[in-house]
Every structure is written in C-alpha cells, then in structure tokens.
Nanobody
Framework: QVLLTESGGGLVQAGGSLRLSCAASGRFFSRYTMGWFRQAPGKDREFVAAINWNGDNTDYADSVKGRFTISRDNAKNTVYLQMNSLKAGDTADYYC?????????????????WGQGTQVTVSS
C-alpha cells in the first residue's frame, strides 16, 4: 500500500504561481512513476504531467506545457508540480498518482495509487 498526500493548493490570481507537493509513504518511492492529474467540476479527470523514477523523463499535457514543471526528490519521497502563469482554466482539484515499476502514462487507469487531492482555484 502506498499513501500519497498532496499539499500546496489554494487560491491565486490569474498569472500567479503555486507549487504543489505530494509526499509518498514507503521505502520504494524511487521505483514509482509519478503523475499529476486534475479534475474540474463536472469534467473527467485529466492528465497534467508525469515523471519517471529518476526524473530524466517527463511528459506534459499540451495545455500546461511551458507553464508547469514536474520534479521529484527521491530522498524526500516527494514529487512536485510547479505551476506558473496560472489561468482560470487551471482551476480544479489536483491529484498525484503512483505507477509501480512502469513507464510514463497519461491514462488515469494506468496508475495504481492516488492521493486525496488538493484544490486549486485561480481567480480571473
């Protein structure tokens, strides 16, 4: 069992920045591919970004490329999502997810464990 705990959400004005963190339990964090997803009210959960076990391979949704950066610190069992130039359309609940011993993936169903989410609201 892997427990994931997100933090760092909040209310920010358009154009502002936030950094989300996701802390993972367990001794094998470095084996996990990690992803960030988001879900706005009334919409399906969508892929935002993913990072492989050592951070040398990442993937982003087109809607966030150039604005968001995913990174990880395996010594701290933590993955981050730096969000810059935020837009009202980025408003959603943000979730981190873990995929065990597997490559990057964009489909929510490909991930094995999920956090409870953190809310991000961008005011225009």
């Amino acid at each position: 069992q892997v427990l994931l705990t997100e933090s760092g959400g909040g209310l920010v004005q358009a154009g502002g920045s936030l950094r989300l963190s996701c802390a993972a339990s367990g001794r094998f964090f470095s084996r996990y591919t990690m992803g960030w997803f988001r879900q706005a009210p009334g919409k399906d959960r969508e892929f935002v970004a993913a990072i492989n076990w050592n951070g040398d391979n990442t993937d982003y949704a087109d809607s966030v490329k150039g604005r968001f950066t995913i990174s990880r610190d395996n010594a701290k069992n933590t993955v981050y999502l730096q969000m810059n130039s935020l837009k009202a359309g980025d408003t959603a609940d943000y979730y981190c997810a873990a995929r065990i011993n597997a490559p990057l993936a964009t489909a929510p169903g490909a991930y094995d464990y999920w956090g409870q989410g953190t809310q991000v609201t961008v005011s225009s």
